[in-house]
């Protein structure tokens, strides 16, 4: 019931700029903590941005300064701007989303399925 759409991926030229989505849908009683992973073919997934409810941020080092982290509560749905991109950054984007069915339900981590970024020349 509870669905992570993540769109936006796409192939980018090095030092382009892409625009990720991903909005939370279903039966959701409330979202905390939401972020974004990443995961290239042959390494294990690794963790990009998050970002709590109140709008504080956090990035991996290499994604510091480059990539920009941002949600919409209104509208249940969490952006990743990445500017400057390079060809370390071709992956897999994974959203995760902390959140409750209900307010007597715990709270647990959801994933969309990704989508492919794509930084070549």
């Known amino acids: 019931q509870v669905q992570l759409v993540e769109t936006g991926g796409g192939l980018v030229q090095p030092g382009g700029s892409l625009r990720l989505s991903c909005v939370v849908s279903?039966?959701?009683?409330?979202?905390?903590?939401m972020g974004w992973f990443r995961q290239a073919p042959g390494k294990e997934r690794e963790w990009v941005a998050g970002?709590?409810?109140?709008?504080?941020?956090n990035y991996r080092d290499s994604a510091r300064g480059r990539f920009t982290i941002s949600r919409d509560n209104a509208k249940n749905t969490m952006y990743l701007q990445m500017d400057s991109l390079e060809p370390e950054d071709t992956a897999v984007y994974y959203c995760?989303?902390?959140?409750?069915?209900?307010?007597?339900?715990?709270?647990?981590?959801?994933w969309g399925q990704g989508t492919q970024v794509t930084v070549s020349s």
């Open positions: 995760n989303a902390n959140l409750k069915r209900r307010e007597d339900l715990p709270l647990v981590g959801y």
């Open positions: 970002i709590t409810v109140d709008g504080r941020a």
């Open positions: 279903g039966s959701v009683f409330s979202v905390s903590g």
